[in-house]
């Protein structure tokens, strides 16, 4: 069925950069877009951005130009969220999510920023 | 500060009817843009609940269903189930933010 998996959770300090992964199964990757979402801790959702795995175009959050990277691998149906200049305001839960109506999600990757 | 506001709870007892008020204004909600609504049920990840005009993906039953007026939108759960009990999130897109997604804050439905 469709359901994405997405990476581990990671610890970062903080300035450093972390790279989420969101490996898509059950379906034709390159066509559906890939949203991304992040839940700080206690909070409601936050759009990072999004990215068309077809083309390559993205789209990002005005908050986020800048420090944020989208990509993808098409060869094993993979997108990509990297996040750079962390600071401890980037803690949270990242989503990956398919489509405009974000459908599914994956089951989310926690990042940690802590010196 | 979420571009959408929803009220922070609400609550209701198994049996009863409940509603969860999503507002905006003319460049999201008023717009042609659709609103999509999400249940996040403790500790675990959102799940789409209902699409655009009352769609509702496999599995989610018609107790469920939207409602949109003006620069609102509104969720409404009938027959609540202790099950309901989670957070609730209303989405849709803005035209003044170049089309860029929008969240509501959320509503946590507590099932007395």
């Known amino acids: 069925q469709v359901h994405l998996v997405q990476s581990g959770g990671e610890v970062k300090k903080p300035g450093a950069s972390v790279k989420v992964s969101c490996k898509a199964f059950g379906y034709s990757f390159t066509g559906f877009e890939i949203y991304w979402v992040r839940q700080g801790p206690g909070q409601g959702l936050e759009w990072m951005g999004w990215?068309?795995?077809?083309?390559?175009?993205?789209n990002s959050a005005q908050k986020f130009q800048g420090r944020v990277t989208m990509t993808r691998d098409t060869s094993i149906s993979t997108a990509y969220l990297e996040l750079t200049r962390l600071t401890s305001d980037d803690t949270a839960v990242y989503y990956c999510a398919r489509n405009s109506t974000l459908d599914p999600w994956g089951q989310g990757t926690l990042v940690i920023v802590s010196s | 500060q979420s571009v959408l506001t929803q009220a922070p709870s609400v609550s209701g007892a198994p049996g009863q009817r409940v509603t969860i008020s999503c507002t905006g204004s003319?460049?999201?909600?008023?717009?042609?843009?659709?609103v999509h609504w999400y249940q996040q049920l403790p500790g675990t990840a959102p799940k789409l609940l209902i699409y655009?005009?009352?769609n509702r993906p496999s599995g989610v039953p018609d107790r469920f269903s939207v409602s949109k007026s003006g620069t609102s939108a509104s969720l409404a759960i009938t027959g609540l189930q202790a099950e309901d009990e989670a957070d609730y999130y209303c989405?849709?897109?803005?035209?003044?933010?170049?089309?860029?997604?929008?969240f509501g804050g959320g509503t946590k439905l507590t099932v007395l």
């Open positions: 990215i068309n795995p077809d083309n390559g175009d993205t």
């Open positions: 655009g005009n009352n």
């Open positions: 003319s460049s999201n909600i008023g717009s042609p843009y659709e």
């Open positions: 989405q849709s897109y803005d035209s003044s933010l170049s089309g860029s997604v929008v």
